[in-house]
């Protein structure tokens, strides 16, 4: 049987900052993840709830599995300057949205991973492979494999590269020497995250109210933002990074060398003008110009109706008679969910 360092070296070379191994079984966490959802924290996404046995049993996603190998890339770049990060008049776009669509990459890497193990193996390998869009327990397996502990904001936390990560999983139909690196770390008795958050959706450690969540409501909702919630959203158009910002394991935060990785013409690059984009000149973009700037990048998953409500409420948000340049065109477009937010935008800044 090959050694699990030997693996783990070569993960590394694919540029994998941590890895893992671990055998397929059931997830303990079953009873978590049915108050989650009892609760309603899921909201909208139904999906959770389809698939949730898939979720708690790699087996029912992959009969024939029996290792799953965990992978964590570090995607942190820079941090935006305060003069950028404090400009009502743009939108801020969570960090992991600045390079190029991480799903494709990631996977192939995957993929070219799993081939060249096959063939040390010499036999062929059985598998799947996911980047944060298979029915798994993600953050949960990651930690089971030593990749980190889970912090108060939910996110899996590495005490050396912290929570700007990447995570992707291959499920085998081989057995692998399981390789768990000890966890180190803790939240302790911070809850810095918790207090930060600016709609409440942290309401407890390690516990998430989805449908407070700033990257649910820009992200995944796909109707009418609660006006409650309006204002505090800001000027977040697309995700948010507040919880993160604010950790203490990500003050030390590294930028990521995972260009080096899949080299200079490689598509994990920075994306400069998604740095927080100016509002005007997102409001005046036409479906298909949004289509042909953000091809191969996240921010598509919000789709133009999304990204556009999400614009309108931050020139709201904005409080100036400058925002109602964008409001107008906002008010033209033809989408009533789109319309509707432009309208409730108008009214912040001319009441």
């Not at 893992?20 to 139904?46: C, F, H, Q, V």
């Not at 770049?77 to 743009?90: G, H, S, V, Y």
């Not at 931050?314 to 309208?343: C, D, R, T, Y």
């Amino acid at each position: 049987m090959i050694s699990s360092k030997k693996i783990v070296t070569m993960g590394q070379q694919f540029g994998f900052d941590l890895i893992g191994l671990i055998p397929a079984k059931p997830s303990a966490d079953s009873k978590y993840l049915e108050e989650w959802l009892k609760r309603g924290y899921a909201g909208g996404m139904n999906w959770i709830r389809r698939v949730k046995k898939k979720r708690l049993n790699p087996l029912e996603i992959f009969p024939e599995a029996k290792s799953i190998v965990l992978i964590g890339i570090n995607y942190y770049l820079q941090d935006l300057p305060d003069e950028i990060k404090n400009d009502p008049a743009r939108g801020i776009i969570a960090r992991y949205a600045w390079v190029e669509d991480y799903h494709k990459l990631v996977l192939k890497k995957l993929r070219e991973f799993t081939q060249e193990l096959s063939g040390i193996l010499k036999q062929k390998v059985n598998y799947k492979a996911y980047v944060d869009t298979g029915p798994t327990l993600e953050r949960e397996l990651a930690r089971q494999a030593g990749l980190g502990f889970i912090g108060n904001n939910t996110n899996l936390i590495n005490h050396q590269l912290g929570s700007y990560l990447f995570l992707g999983e291959i499920f085998l139909d081989v057995d692998l020497r399981s390789y768990i690196p000890k966890i180190i770390g803790s939240c302790g008795t911070c809850q810095k995250c918790m207090n930060a958050c600016p709609t409440g959706a942290l309401v407890d450690k390690k516990i998430l109210d989805a449908r407070k969540c700033i990257s649910y409501l820009t992200i995944e909702l796909k109707g009418e933002i609660p006006k409650e919630l309006r204002p505090l959203i800001k000027n977040r158009i697309f995700g948010c990074d507040i919880c993160q910002e604010v950790c203490p394991w990500n003050s030390k935060a590294k930028p990521t060398s995972f260009f080096k990785a899949v080299g200079e013409n490689g598509h994990f690059r920075l994306r400069e003008k998604e740095i927080a984009p100016p509002l005007l000149e997102l409001a005046g973009l036409s479906e298909a110009e949004f289509k042909e700037r953000f091809k191969e990048n996240s921010v598509l998953r919000a789709k133009y109706s999304g990204l556009m409500r999400n614009v309108a409420v931050a020139l709201g948000n904005w409080g100036s008679k400058q925002a109602l340049i964008g409001i107008e065109h906002l008010l033209n477009n033809s989408n009533p969910l789109v319309k509707s937010h432009a309208f409730w935008a108008k009214k912040q800044i001319l009441l």
